[in-house]
């Protein structure tokens, strides 16, 4: 059996039989303000303080002081757990994302150990697929695989396939356990905008929000976790001031 590794969640870990199978990429999908960066933030979070893990977390929305305030909001200080220098914050801005940036970013897990990582967000590398995948680096034999008429959106539409695709084909090459968010649709037969990266991720959590006059208005649901028996129900989330509680239902 795989080793687990808790995201230290409370009432969530119990839900997998103990935890993410070690070394598994996990896409966190929601519509904005469905918790998914509080989520990530309390697993990487929770790496460092709970189960001394190096852990590093890159954004490529926000800004580091944006996701320190997160935290805080939660109850968490991740700047002590930066100045112990085992977990890394890193914000890549999306004009400055470039045909190496991936490069780099295996390069900086590697130098230091990481073995716990997040990377939010998937829909913006999406968004910006064409930068650091030139046209020219598209092998004929791909298009002429792809069985389609190449106009510019569909040319556009397998740039951000291919790259998705290989984009979560190198982060599992980092034996990291990963967390990665995605936007979700607001409908469609697909969970994520991008189409492709849940199939090729080996878990999926599908975070939701509903208004309903209850007390609890976010829920989470485990849509795929490869490894392991996995609880398919829907669970509520309670977001508060300490953490993130996935509840159970009686």
Known sequence: MAKRIKTGVQGFDKLIEG?????????????????????????????????????????LEQSLDSIREQAKGIGLDISKLEKSGK??????????LGPHSIDEIKAEVRKR?????VVDSLSTLAVNAPIYTPIKDIALRDIMNYKAFFSPPVLG???????IYGFLTDLKSLGCTTL????????????????VSEFQAD?????????????YS?????????????????????ISSKGLKVHTIK
Not at 87 to 96: E, F, G, K
Not at 204 to 212: D, G, Q, R
Not at 228 to 234: F, L
């Open 87 to 96: 977990l890394t914050l890193m914000h890549i801005p999306a004009d400055s």
């Open 203 to 215: 878990g999926v959590l599908l975070l939701t929000f509903e208004s309903m006059g209850g007390e």
């Open 19 to 59: 935890g993410i199978p070690q070394g598994h990429t996990v896409l966190v999908i929601g519509t904005p303000g469905t918790g998914k960066t509080l989520f990530t933030l309390e697993y990487i979070h929770n790496g460092v303080s709970k189960f001394k893990e190096k852990s590093m977390y890159i954004t």
């Open 157 to 163: 539409d397998f740039v951000i396939k291919r790259f």
């Open 180 to 195: 990665v968010t995605s936007e979700a649709p607001e409908k469609g037969e697909y969970l994520s905008r991008d189409t």
């Open 113 to 117: 150990k990481v073995t716990r990582l």
């Open 218 to 238: 976010r829920s989470l649901l485990i849509r795929k976790m490869r490894g392991t028996h996995n609880d398919e129900d829907i669970h509520p989330l309670e």
